[in-house]
């Protein structure tokens, strides 16, 4: 009497890529049992196997693997016939890594690491930006009385617009050209000339 070939050997695993299940089967049987089992995925080891041949290697795997490691309840009967010949592959896909692998930390995990270091570059860059408004004052003076202590000196009016405008710009080249453009509507004053406008004293620029 022919037998019939139309058994499979199939193993499933895990989302971490961990063999979870042996198991024998005819058709659909596979996508069944992986939701039975709860796995991540499956793939059929050998196919067009009778029954016979099926069971053999199924109890082959399960010995391979070893049922404590395993969902599977029954071990069968263990014979060593065909594991050595196939070994069966590790299977990893994009989202289900081989084993051995260990995934990357999440980017989050990376960011709360990493948090006060990136908040100091932040604010480095911010005080790169305030140097060189600073530098551009260094040899300003003022408009009013001549005085050119740097730390003095402000954009009259909308000092406080311009500084932080200057913070959120970048220090690249075109980007400074529009802080820049917007320094040309002020005139630069020491505080004390600022005081006496705001107070509506009348000033004459120095010759
Ligand atoms: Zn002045």
Same mark, same amino acid.
């Not at 050595?84 to 084993?99: A, E, S, V, Y």
């Given at each position: 009497?022919?037998?019939?070939?139309?058994?499979?050997?199939?193993?499933?695993?895990?989302?971490?890529?961990?063999?979870?299940?042996?198991?024998?089967?005819?058709?659909?049987?596979?996508?069944?049992?992986?939701?039975?089992?709860?796995?991540?995925?499956?793939?059929?080891?050998?196919?067009?196997?009778?029954?016979?041949?099926?069971?053999?290697?199924?109890?082959?795997?399960?010995?391979?693997?070893?049922?404590?490691?395993?969902?599977?309840?029954?071990?069968?009967?263990?014979?060593?016939?065909?594991?050595?010949?196939?070994?069966?592959?590790?299977?990893?896909?994009? &989202?289900?890594?081989?084993?051995?692998?260990?995934? &990357?930390? =999440?980017?989050?995990?990376?960011?709360?690491?990493?948090?006060?270091?990136?908040?100091?570059?932040?604010? &480095?860059?911010?005080?790169?930006?305030?140097?060189?408004?600073?530098?551009?004052?260094?040899?300003?003076?003022?408009?009013?009385?001549?005085? !050119?202590?740097?730390? !003095? =000196?402000?954009?009259?009016?909308?000092?406080?617009?311009?500084?932080?405008?200057?913070?959120?710009?970048?220090?690249?080249?075109?980007?400074?050209?529009?802080?820049?453009?917007?320094?040309?509507?002020?005139?630069?004053?020491?505080?004390?000339?600022?005081? &006496?406008?705001?107070?509506?004293?009348?000033? !004459?620029?120095?010759?």
């Amino acid at each position: 009497m022919a037998r019939i070939a139309g058994h499979y050997v199939y193993y499933l695993w895990d989302k971490n890529g961990v063999i979870i299940y042996v198991g024998k089967g005819q058709k659909q049987r596979m996508w069944g049992s992986a939701k039975e089992q709860g796995a991540f995925g499956g793939v059929i080891y050998k196919r067009n196997l009778d029954e016979q041949t099926a069971l053999s290697m199924e109890a082959t795997l399960i010995d391979h693997y070893g049922i404590d490691t395993l969902q599977n309840i029954k071990p069968n009967g263990a014979s060593k016939m065909f594991i050595d010949k196939c070994p069966p592959k590790q299977h990893g896909t994009r &989202k289900n890594k081989p084993l051995g692998i260990v995934p &990357k930390p =999440l980017r989050k995990d990376h960011y709360e690491k990493y948090k006060e270091v990136l908040k100091q570059g932040v604010a &480095k860059a911010r005080r790169k930006r305030e140097i060189w408004l600073n530098e551009y004052l260094a040899d300003k003076h003022c408009h009013y009385c001549g005085e !050119s202590e740097t730390c !003095s =000196l402000v954009f009259y009016p909308n000092d406080q617009e311009i500084r932080k405008f200057s913070k959120e710009t970048g220090l690249r080249k075109e980007l400074r050209l529009r802080v820049l453009e917007k320094i040309r509507e002020t005139k630069i004053v020491c505080m004390n000339c600022e005081a &006496k406008k705001i107070n509506d004293i009348e000033l !004459s620029p120095i010759l």
